[in-house]
């Protein structure tokens, strides 16, 4: 059972207005985060995500430290994955918004996922291919349709994740996570200023080895030396295969694994 | 006070689960009728939107029956809009659907909108653009953030509604409308099969008059003999102004208009 608290400003509720905008419009942003026994390393990088989209939809943000003590109280010292949702609050019926709407917030706790298989990820193509909107991208808001139909594709539980390109034919990233190549010593990571999220994960290894971002395709990808995914709850995920293109271990995504994992123990890999 | 009915599959239910993937992806779809004395005259047509929504999206549909019985207890008689909203339900953190998701689906009441001004609409081009996306369009579905930003552009109540252009610069519609151009004695709509939704105002106009679909841009609009725009809330309204540009009343909208009043008395423009 999935503990969740609620919120409407500061007050804490029993439930979600029906007329909440989220459920209308999906009105709203979402994190999730990585919670390792109680604590949440990377709180700063997701608040400071969220405030820059509430900031974008004009959406007002919870008070920061009621959210912390609350979710720190629902964590109560777990290894879990936190998910925080942020909606612009309830509304009548049309697109624009009350004069003063309260945001709604919730905060759920769930199982953390199980541990990538340790020969790396399968992945797959999703037909779909993603809209491209510069005025949403980058942003981890609540329209997410896109992604519902790409990871409807599949139900082999032998395939981990589904890469996404967009109409463009740019690689994007894959359902939920962000995608990183090799090329030479170079690492490559695709734009997100048209489609896709600007990950947690993705922004903490820029800081952490020298990226460059920029638009790759298809083939890129299958010309890359190594390939991996990432997001901020399962930290780097290395990729083994995508159809019958398969790539061995790479020493240099285990050493960028490594140095993620020295910055908080939460992203050491299980089976190092 | 708006008056809602929640329902979780065929019970009724008190209000929305938490974990509702309206409110995480804006998993859904929804529909918005125009009430005439308790009746909706539309009903079959939005239900068969919804229904081809619901497949595209492979989310449960609602027993039809029960729905309509709910939704003229919940009218009781009244002039007024319906609004339902489906979602797919309670789902896990992930954005793969549990294996069984039983469906959320909501009616509400609202009080009817102002009636138009009786010289017509006066309307701005939004800044924002649609993205494109052939998998959604033409749905009604609960991402909307798009038209929320777009409907966000203005609050001068002088201006009645903004017209959107997708990244293509193609003409789509306003933010709660379709939008219709007369060329001589041709009347004129844009595709719905990359961005916009298909309005079931649109489809009846299309089955009442010959209307050629086709891609129409901002040059078009200009040069138009008269425009309208259009929803299943209001039917048709005549368009008077955008920036500069005005438009007389045209004896061709009145025509429209008329036979469309001729269809059901909840269409009969409130000024004839």
Redesign the interface.
């Known amino acids: 059972m999935?503990e969740?608290r609620?919120f409407r400003g500061s007050q804490r509720v029993?439930?979600?207005?029906?007329?909440?905008?989220?459920?209308?419009?999906?009105?709203?942003l979402?994190e999730?985060l990585r919670a390792h026994r109680g604590e949440l390393p990377w709180w700063d990088r997701h608040w400071a995500r969220l405030r820059r989209g509430a900031a974008q939809?004009?959406i007002a943000l919870p008070d920061e430290r009621q959210a912390l003590a609350e979710a720190r109280q629902l964590l109560d010292g777990a290894d879990a994955?936190l998910?925080l949702?942020l909606?612009?609050g309830e509304g009548?019926?049309?697109?624009?918004?009350p004069p003063q709407p309260v945001s709604a917030w919730?905060l759920?706790r769930?199982a953390l996922p199980p541990s990538p298989p340790p020969e790396g990820l399968s992945l797959r193509w999703c037909e779909?291919?993603?809209?491209?909107?510069p005025?949403?991208a980058g942003l981890k808001?609540?329209?997410?349709?896109?992604?519902?139909?790409?990871?409807?594709e599949w139900?082999d539980p032998g395939l981990h994740e589904g890469l996404l390109r967009n109409?463009d034919e740019d690689l994007i990233g894959a359902?939920?996570a962000n995608v990183f190549l090799l090329q030479g010593d170079a690492w490559l990571t695709p734009p997100v200023d048209r489609s896709g999220v600007a990950g947690v994960c993705r922004q903490a290894l820029m800081e952490l080895a020298e990226v460059r971002v920029r638009r790759l395709n298809a083939d890129d990808l299958l010309h890359a030396d190594a390939v991996f995914l990432c997001n901020a709850v399962r930290g780097i995920l290395p990729v083994a295969r995508l159809g019958e293109r398969h790539w061995a271990p790479h020493p240099a995504i285990a050493g960028l694994r490594h140095r993620l994992g020295a910055t908080h123990p939460a992203f050491v890999p299980s089976q190092d």
Chains 1, 2 share one sequence.
């Open positions: 999935t969740v609620l029993a439930a979600p207005s029906p007329l909440d905008r989220g459920l209308a419009y999906g009105d709203g979402f999730t939809l004009g994955v998910k949702i909606s612009r009548g019926r049309g697109y624009a918004p919730s759920s769930h779909l291919r993603l809209g491209m909107q005025a949403l808001h609540c329209n997410r349709l896109e992604q519902v139909l790409a990871r409807a139900d109409l359902t939920a």
